[in-house]
T-cell receptor, first 115, second 115 residues
Framework: ETGVTQSPTHLIKTRGQQVTLRCSSQ?????VSWYQQALGQGPQFIFQ???????GRGNFPPRFSGLQFPNYSSELNVNALELDDSALYLC??????????????FGPGTRLTVT | AQKVTQAQTEISVVEKEDVTLDCVYE???????LFWYKQPPSGELVFLIR??????QNEISGRYSWNFQKSTSSFNFTITASQVVDSAVYFC????????????FGDGTTLTVKP
């Protein structure tokens, strides 16, 4: 158990819709990262948030956006869903102190299916 | 740009055999972190080991051992006397130094251990 939770576990959406995925970090973890893991591939870095500000972004379009809240929860929003957005979405939190950290703790993921 | 290559897509062994999972990485950074994670069917990534780029000592933890060779940009993982419970997908990952939350992952090696 890493103490990182994600909701929902599974989700089915239709192409063109919008979706919000949620993550709850361990208390005191000020940094959260989101990853997309397509079937048969490794996780790909989407973006990272530190103290409610974006702290780096991977090669994902602007329709992927995020929010981080003071209570150590965060959201990943995806607009205009495409079939290729079907994947396991993982969030990972890192301990307090700075955005610099040598470890991250992963949640169980949200499986998104776009039809 | 960082890149991680896990050339072995799938490996199948019989219980008690030793197995080595290969990982080759590319980075322009002089300091960085390397990781191995295990992903069982449940989907949650389980942290196994972190190695700093300036620490080339091999490490052993029970049946697990890791061989880091900076000269060949490799970070291989060996399981000795494999067990059925070792069956999972294993990922090698690379991150900026002191920011594990921005990791680049390989596409994973699926290990199947047969009784």
């Amino acid at each position: 158990e890493t103490g990182v939770t994600q909701s929902p576990t599974h989700l089915i959406k239709t192409r063109g819709q919008q979706v919000t995925l949620r993550c709850s970090s361990q208390s005191g973890h000020n940094t959260v990262s989101w990853y997309q893991q397509a079937l048969g591939q490794g996780p790909q870095f989407i973006f990272q948030y530190y103290r409610e500000e974006e702290n780096g972004r991977g090669n994902f379009p602007p329709r992927f956006s995020g929010l981080q809240f003071p209570n150590y929860s965060s959201e990943l929003n995806v607009n205009a869903l495409e079939l290729d957005d079907s994947a396991l979405y993982l969030c990972a939190s890192s301990p307090t102190g700075s955005p610099l950290s040598y470890e991250q703790y992963f949640g169980p993921g949200t499986r998104l299916t776009v039809t | 740009a960082q890149k991680v290559t896990q050339a072995q897509t799938e490996i199948s062994v019989v219980e008690k055999e030793d197995v080595t999972l290969d990982c080759v990485y590319e980075t322009r950074d002089t300091t960085y972190y390397l990781f191995w994670y295990k992903q069982p069917p449940s989907g949650e990534l389980v942290f196994l080991i972190r190695r700093n780029s300036f620490d080339e000592q091999n490490e052993i933890s029970g049946r697990y051992s890791w061989n880091f060779q900076k000269s060949t940009s490799s970070f291989n993982f060996t399981i000795t006397a494999s067990q059925v419970v070792d069956s999972a997908v294993y990922f090698c990952a690379l991150s900026e130094f002191s920011n594990a939350g921005k990791s680049t992952f390989g596409d994973g090696t699926t290990l199947t251990v047969k009784p």
